[in-house]
């Protein structure tokens, strides 16, 4: 019989459910490179929790919109705000990012929680870092690897370690950037999951995807990005019924978007 | 080609018998030299991760200095730290010329930017990695520097062991600030110069031998190293 000593405490990997940073909102961004506007006057607001999916063709900014909303890069014009006011060390703190090719330090699995563990909001020091840790990688289904180093990892590890680290700090949002791009349908199946529970816990999660069935899914609503510009949003369900909007429904039947 | 082959077999009759004089000049040589990639660690790896990182005024040509600075001849080193600890220099009320210390410090002033500058690449290449990840994390930029420094370390371990190999091999700045004084100052290849010049060419030899021998284990160390980091997938 175990004595209960390796019982991990799921409640530790538990997100703050407090949605204190939100409503975000973008206010006439605009990004230009090379001459060429990428992201043109774009002004959108999300409010509550839930799932938002950001669809579009290649090229439509919606990666580079996800690092503008992070903070990541500067726009060049217009502003991102939280709750009203300019993102700060605090606002910082309660969001996160997973890449479409995960970011993992040259540490352990464990190490790499650790390490987000310890430059989170809450500065989690010692034996509770310890214990969320563990918790963390059982959610992950990744607690038999903690040793091992991440980069060792399989490429639907690595993105679970990625997300499990990302939800480890707790973030009120968080951007995900086609988190299941190249991986096999057992892998997405498994970060679908985690993402699901993230959102049933109260995270706002803004995803960038190509999966349309994906977005079917999971999402509450969608955005259709195209030229930098969102050209629709809906309801989940009524935008794949009735996009009501021409460049959407081409995307959505499979013809070139230009 | 006698004269040769008694003057190796002398050699290895002072390195297998444990030569007294010989065993006082390897261990100050490893003395110096480990003491000097010390300090040359400790300005060079924050200077270099800092020069990685950081966007200063000055920034490009303090990488051109470090870069230019790896190739310093060292008897200018020398000559230039000479001037300063000489009786007539500012320094010369430390009364540090001709010891071990003025040794070290040429020594330092020799590898420090080899560190640097191989330190700032091996940064900069992480950071480029890195940078989108660190910055989600709200992670400041010192810790940044901490954070780089700490998972390059491997990569770091290879740039140190590539400036001991210059500081032990090194003879021009230390014969002019160490005056190669016996049982004070004379190290490996001091001794090598000044022996080869009396003609007492067994125990420079001797000294030969230990030095190439030395350079192959931070060879292999340093093979071992990449080695061991590659299959752990922290390279």
Redesign the interface.
């Known amino acids: 019989m175990p004595d209960g000593s390796h019982i991990v405490d799921l409640r530790a990997c538990t997100p703050g459910p407090v949605r204190e940073i939100l409503p975000l909102e973008a206010r006439g961004l605009t990004y230009e490179a090379g001459g060429h506007r990428l992201i043109d006057d774009l002004s959108l607001r999300f409010e509550d929790s839930g799932l938002s999916a950001i669809i579009g063709p290649n090229g439509a900014g919606k990666s580079l919109l996800l690092r503008l909303l992070h903070g990541l890069i500067a726009p060049s014009g217009g502003e991102v705000l939280w709750r009203g006011q300019a993102a700060d060390e605090t606002i910082r703190l309660r969001q996160a990012m997973v890449f479409q090719r995960p970011v993992l330090l040259r540490r352990s699995v464990a190490g790499n929680l650790r390490y987000a563990l310890r430059h989170g909001r809450n500065g989690a020091a010692g034996a509770s870092v310890g214990s969320s840790v563990e918790a963390w990688l059982t959610r992950a289904n990744l607690l038999h690897l903690a040793d091992r180093p991440a980069r060792l990892l399989s490429g639907g590890e690595q993105q679970r370690l990625a997300l499990a680290r990302a939800l480890s700090r707790r973030p009120e949002v968080l951007f995900l950037d086609e988190p299941t791009a190249s991986l096999d349908p057992t892998a997405t199946l498994a970060i679908e999951e985690l993402i699901g529970q993230a959102r049933a816990e109260g995270t706002k999660v803004i995803l960038v995807t190509h999966d349309l069935g994906q977005a079917k899914r999971l999402a509450d609503e969608i955005l259709f990005l195209h030229r930098g510009r969102v050209e629709a949003r809906a309801p989940t369900e009524q935008f794949f019924s009735d996009p009501e909007n021409d460049n959407a429904a081409a995307f959505l039947a499979g013809r070139l978007v230009f | 080609m006698q004269d040769f082959s008694a003057a190796f077999g002398l050699a290895f009759d002072l390195i297998l018998s444990g030569n007294a004089d010989l065993a006082e000049i390897v261990l100050l040589s490893l003395q110096v030299s480990l003491t000097a990639v010390l300090f040359a660690c400790l300005i060079g790896l924050p200077l270099g991760a800092a020069t990685a990182i950081f966007r200063f005024p000055g920034r490009g040509a303090l990488i051109v200095l470090m870069n230019a600075m790896m190739g310093l001849p060292p008897v200018v080193v020398g000559l230039f730290l000479y001037l300063m600890l000489s009786n007539a220099g500012p320094l010369g009320p430390l009364a540090l010329l001709y010891t071990p210390t003025a040794m070290i410090i040429a020594q330092s002033i020799l590898v420090a930017p080899i560190v640097a500058a191989l330190t700032r690449q091996v940064v900069a290449d992480l950071h480029s990695?890195?940078d989108?990840?660190l910055?989600?994390?709200?992670?400041g930029r010192w810790?940044a520097v901490g954070?780089l420094l700490w998972?390059?370390r491997y990569s770091l371990m290879t740039v140190a062991l590539a400036g001991f190999g210059r500081a032990i091999a090194e003879v021009g700045a230390v014969i002019i600030v160490g005056g190669n004084i016996n049982h004070v100052t004379r190290v490996m290849t001091t001794t090598i110069a000044l022996e080869t010049s009396k003609g007492n060419l067994a125990l420079a030899l001797a000294l030969g031998i230990i030095l190439v021998g030395i350079a192959v284990a931070v060879n292999a160390s340093v093979m071992s190293l990449r080695a061991t980091a590659a299959r752990?997938?922290?390279?």
Request: hydrophobic content about 35%; proline content about 0%; overall charge negative.
């Open positions: 990695e890195y989108e990840q910055r989600s994390f709200s992670v810790a954070t998972d390059g752990a997938a922290y390279a």
